[in-house]
Nanobody, 120 residues
Framework: QVQLVESGGGLVQPGGSLRLSCAAS????????MAWYRQTPGKQRELVAT???????NYADSVKGRFTISRDNAKNTVYLQMNSLKPDDTAVYYC??????????????WGQGTQVTVSS
């Protein structure tokens, strides 16, 4: 199994920055995709950004140019640098990983979530 532990959330003023981290641990062969999602009360969880093991990344239109996703494969850690934060970015942010537990056995794993609040 894979355990994902997020950190870095908190309260920040509009226009400010935060950096989220998510470290993966456990028993697995490799992690293909790492991603960040977010969710607000009453809404579906939405994709924020993804990064493949080779470094290719994708972003939701709402965060392009403001957020940067990166990963350290040696540490099995993914980061989300969030700049120019807006109140609409307020949400619980979840780390996600698609990992292989054995040959051909790919599973989807989630972290426990970290709260990001953007408010003056």
């Amino acid at each position: 199994q894979v355990q994902l532990v997020e950190s870095g959330g908190g309260l920040v003023q509009p226009g400010g920055s935060l950096r989220l981290s998510c470290a993966a641990s456990g028993s697995f062969f490799s992690i293909a995709i790492m991603a960040w999602y977010r969710q607000t009360p009453g809404k579906q969880r939405e994709l924020v950004a993804t990064v493949a093991s080779g470094g290719r990344s994708n972003y939701a239109d709402s965060v392009k140019g403001r957020f940067t996703i990166s990963r350290d494969n040696a540490k099995n850690t993914v980061y989300l640098q969030m700049n120019s934060l807006k109140p609409d970015d307020t949400a619980v942010y979840y780390c996600n990983a698609v990992a292989s537990l054995s040959v051909g056995n790919w599973r989807n794993f989630w972290g426990q979530g970290t709260q990001v609040t953007v408010s003056s």
